[in-house]
């Protein structure tokens, strides 16, 4: 049976749109990698790692604002991995099946995909101005803001993807509930909430926008987080946007070391979901 | 075992009973974890608008009327900021809707089995690309190549058309509202491909069968079952991305230009909400420009929260459509 012309050419057209479509998102991906490789690359110095940002057409490096960023990403995830993985435990576990469970689920969702500027200006409002000055401790708890939902998203959905009968068998052993999440299913859940964790990492690590009116940025080496503290992203950020080729060829350098950091983590996480599949 | 052994609760077994002090403690700490998240939202909403209504008092409707936006007059309307960042999302969502759900059809029906899984990768890997690398390749890289290649020939074939003719005329710059819309379209192709590549994958196999067995092309069983059967989710995925393009800061901000000016054409640079808070709120002298940026953030934030809310809504539809508990 033949099928007529018209249908059977729709039906090539449309294929060949979803393969051009691909194709047309993985180059973006490759370009985009490519250029940051090749810039980045070129502009990698040994003093990257070992000196301070410098002022316009000085050389120099980068290490204030690595060393900013890390403390920032470490103090963000101290902060927010507690708060995410007990509201996850009360989604999936204490408080499964009460209103406010749902309504926090569902309002989490939402704070995943809301703008991070929106966040950097509500921490300004509640600590930078009544502090009086930008810190690096508020720039720690914005990002810690952005890290709270993911974490509550993957503690919520691996405790969730645990049978009800490991449960049991806790209560069956007569632990108390909270010593039943504790011993058994953190440990049941833990390579997932674990990956949460690396991937929430890997989304503070580049967010700019929370820290321009946070923790701000300083020229100068600091380890004082109630001061202005640099950064990578915001350094990359002014450093780009200025007109002097050294400072390009930092931020290039910056980003390169951004880009591999990020992609890293997140192709270990897939490494790590996929080894700990059950089956 | 049976349905009732879920329902045993920790207290009635005796020995547990010890423990009821500390496994109340653990129920508040959750508890109060659970309704910090629940807190949050609002707070982040009311701290805005308190911060915002010395703009909103002073100006009234015509902040979001006005066009005009002096920082040296102290005058603050928001229009131009509103209408780049309505024109940039509109641009990246008519990039981005066909390339996504294209990508998700080649994934689920086309693809060889074993190069599915690294291409859906390799696409979700554009999605964690930082913003800023974004904005940095945008203005480097893309505006240079915009205004080389593409804005050139679109302004001398398109720019003199009847219609369409103001959208693409004027001086190819490179930076402006369509190279920002394309950055932004190409961010958020990976957030609807995979919503769009989950559930063309969830269509019940029977239902697909059943119109193959009719006679149906490929490209029909698409059109007529596999859209039509996941057309919530595909809907609440186009918000989903739609709710990161309005929100989207760093990229946009490289290769928007900061202008304060409305321009018909697409080619030239404007300004975005977001962008305009981030260029603009560390420089803020006055208390009536700092709250003006602010004002600006709670209507970022409460549009944005609307259309999340219609994508989670639609989400939540094809969930409960499929069967699916949570």
């Not at chain 2, 957030?191 to 989950?198: C, G, K, Q, T």
């Not at chain 2, 969830?202 to 092309?217: D, F, H, I, K, M």
């Not at chain 2, 208390?287 to 549009?303: M, P, Q, T, W």
């Amino acid at each position: 049976m033949a099928i007529p012309a018209r249908r059977r050419v729709a039906d090539v057209v449309a294929f060949a749109f979803a393969t051009f479509a691909t194709l047309f998102g993985l180059l973006w991906l490759f370009w985009i990698l490519w250029m940051t490789l090749r810039q980045g690359a070129a502009a990698l110095s040994p003093t990257l790692f070992t000196e301070m940002t410098p002022p316009p057409g000085a050389s120099g490096g980068l290490l204030n604002a690595f060393y900013g960023s890390a403390v920032m990403i470490v103090l963000g995830v101290l902060i927010g991995t507690p708060i995410g993985v007990a509201a996850g435990t009360y989604l999936a576990e204490h408080g499964r099946h009460t209103r406010v469970a749902a309504a926090a689920s569902f309002i989490n969702d939402i704070l995943l995909s809301a703008p991070s500027i929106v966040i950097g200006l509500f921490v300004y409002t509640i600590v930078v101005k009544s502090a009086g000055h930008f810190s690096g401790y508020a720039g720690a708890l914005s990002l810690a803001i952005i890290m709270v939902p993911i974490v509550v998203r993957t503690t919520q959905e691996s405790l969730l993807l645990i049978p009800d009968t490991m449960r049991e068998a806790g209560f069956a052993l007569g632990l108390p509930r909270w010593r039943v999440t504790r011993l058994i299913l953190y440990k049941a859940a833990m390579s997932a909430i674990l990956t949460g964790i690396l991937l929430g990492v890997a989304r503070i690590a580049g967010e700019t926008a929370p820290l321009l009116f946070t923790a701000l940025n300083n020229q100068f080496w600091s380890a004082d987080l109630n001061a202005p503290l640099a950064n990578l992203p915001v350094v990359i950020w002014q450093y780009a946007m200025s007109p002097y080729d050294e400072w390009h060829s930092l931020a290039w350098a910056g980003a390169f070391v951004l880009t591999a950091f990020v992609l890293v983590l997140n192709i270990l996480v897939r490494l790590i979901a996929r080894k700990g599949k059950p089956r | 075992m049976n349905a009732s052994a879920a329902t045993i609760e920790p207290d009635a077994i005796p020995d547990a009973k010890s423990g009821a002090g500390a496994d109340h403690v653990f129920h508040l700490i959750t508890a109060g974890a659970a309704w910090f998240v629940l807190i949050l939202l609002g707070a982040i909403a009311l701290s805005m608008a308190w911060g915002g209504r010395l703009a909103f008092e002073t100006f009234g409707w015509r902040f979001v009327t006005s066009p005009d936006w002096d920082a040296v007059g102290g005058h603050f309307g928001a229009l131009v900021p509103i209408y780049g960042t309505l024109v940039t999302s509109a641009i990246a969502l008519v990039i981005a809707v066909p390339v996504s759900i294209g990508i998700a059809l080649f994934l689920t029906d086309i693809a060889p089995r074993w190069t599915r899984s690294p291409i859906a990768i390799a696409i979700e890997l554009l999605a964690a690309i930082p913003s800023i690398i974004y904005g940095m390749w945008g203005l480097f890289v893309f505006a240079p190549f915009m205004a080389a290649h593409v804005e050139p020939w679109l302004s001398d074939h398109l720019g003199n058309k009847a219609i369409i003719g103001p959208l693409f005329s004027g001086p190819p710059i490179g930076i402006g509202m369509l190279t920002a819309g394309i950055v932004l379209g190409i961010m958020v192709i990976p957030f609807i491909a995979s919503v769009a590549r989950e559930v063309f994958s969830a269509v019940p196999p029977p239902l697909r069968e059943s119109a193959v067995a009719l006679g149906s092309t490929r490209w029909e069983v698409l059109r007529s079952v596999t859209l039509p059967y996941t057309r919530s989710a595909v809907i609440g995925a186009i918000f989903l991305g739609l709710g990161r393009a309005l929100g989207e800061t760093m990229a946009v901000t490289f290769v928007l230009g900061n202008a304060h000016a409305l321009s018909p054409s697409l080619l030239m640079p404007s300004n975005s909400i977001a962008a305009a808070i981030a260029n603009e709120f560390t420089e803020a002298d006055t208390d009536l420009y700092r709250s003006s940026l602010i004002a600006l953030g709670f209507l970022l934030f409460i549009v944005t929260l609307i259309v999340l809310t219609i994508a989670k809504l639609l989400l939540l539809r094809i969930n409960k459509q499929m069967g699916r508990t949570h």
